[in-house]
């Protein structure tokens, strides 16, 4: 069984070097056992966990929650209707994000449309905006 050292995991992964070892330390990646000069050698199955890991952050996926992922995905009882849930789920939380982030824009324009960018900063409306305490 071929073994990678962490910096040829990472590069094949494409991630930085210190992510390996952080995902090592916070449990995402099994402890690599070492060599008798002291280099970690993950097994290959390490760089397929390592891409499984940065591709659900890139759909928005916690650590905390990929982890749980990867503990359901090597449970013999976990169903893909599980994991759906929980997909669904974060749906859901990105969709709440995203009404956020454009209840905030449409604030922001608001105030940056009442500001004429002139005038002494003491009557900046959207300084004054930001101050006041019934917000």
């Known amino acids: ?45 390490a760089k397929r966990r390592l891409k499984f890991i940065r591709r659900a952050q ?32 974060k749906i859901a939380d990105i969709e709440g994000k995203i009404k956020s982030l454009e209840s905030m824009s449409k604030s922001l324009r608001k105030l940056t449309k009442s500001c004429p960018g002139c005038g002494p900063l003491c009557e900046c409306p959207i300084l004054e905006s930001l101050d006041r305490e019934d917000s």
């Open 1 to 45: 069984m071929k073994s990678l050292t962490i910096g040829h995991l990472a590069r094949e992964v494409g991630i930085n070097l210190e992510t390996v070892r952080y995902y090592e330390r916070e449990g995402l990646l099994p402890k690599a056992p070492r060599s008798a000069s002291g280099y970690r050698l993950f097994p290959t199955e």
């Open 58 to 89: 890139e759909l928005g996926f916690s650590l905390k929650e990929i982890r749980e992922l990867l503990a359901l995905r090597l449970s013999p009882r976990t169903t893909s209707a599980e994991i759906r849930k929980r997909a669904e789920a």
